[in-house]
């Protein structure tokens, strides 16, 4: 498996993790003032544009979810250390 596979396999499930604690999110009893709605709808949001950028095949928009000192470790144990070696070693 290549990086840029096991990046969007990475991908995918950060999402999917996203989602399912944006759900959760909604789980607070309705009696309850929504304190959290801008922050619920951010995580959201940006479970959105990943999935976009997943679905165009995008790396680089994939990679723009990482910090910009983000870590991404490949199976093969391969490390890529920032945003942008992360962007490189997807691109190409």
Do not use: C
């Amino acid at each position: 498996m290549n990086a840029r596979s096991l990046l969007m396999t990475a991908g995918v499930l950060v999402f999917a993790g996203v989602l399912s604690f944006g759900r959760n999110l909604h789980a607070q009893p309705p009696s309850q003032p929504d304190e959290r709605a801008a922050d619920r709808k951010a995580i959201l949001d940006s479970g959105r544009e990943f999935e976009g950028a997943f679905e165009k095949k995008d790396a680089k928009a994939v990679a723009a979810f990482w910090t910009e000192n983000g870590e991404y470790e490949a199976d093969s144990g391969e490390q890529f250390r920032g945003r942008s070696a992360i962007d490189r070693r997807e691109g190409g």
